[in-house]
């Protein structure tokens, strides 16, 4: 019986604007944080028309819009801790992050 102890990787939509600075932060941490967690990472552009559609269903008080498993998580400046947070809450840390 295998003990592979992977966990499922957690969604998580970036609504990223142009010259947002930041979207830029939030698309960079997210990376960061792939490295940790089990994240699959998808960022859409807010003039593409998924990215539209997106803003008009969640209508973000600010750049960028966060949907974590295509829920609203946060729009202005990610909130880092907080996502953290959710991910541990889920099991989504991987095995070989060390810490």
Do not use: W
Not at 38 to 52: E, K, M, N, T, W
Not at 66 to 82: C, E, T
């Amino acid at each position: 019986m295998s003990t592979d102890a992977t966990p499922q990787p957690i969604a998580v939509t970036l609504v990223h604007s142009p010259a947002c600075h930041f979207c830029d932060d939030a698309e960079e941490a997210l990376h960061e944080l792939s490295a940790e967690y089990a994240i699959d990472v998808s960022v859409v552009y807010i003039d593409s028309p998924l990215g539209r559609t997106l803003v008009a269903v969640h209508r973000p008080a600010m750049n960028p819009l966060v949907l974590v498993d295509g829920a609203f998580f946060s729009s202005g400046r990610l909130p880092r801790k907080k996502l953290i947070k959710l991910l541990e809450s889920r099991g989504a840390r991987l095995a070989t992050a060390g810490r």
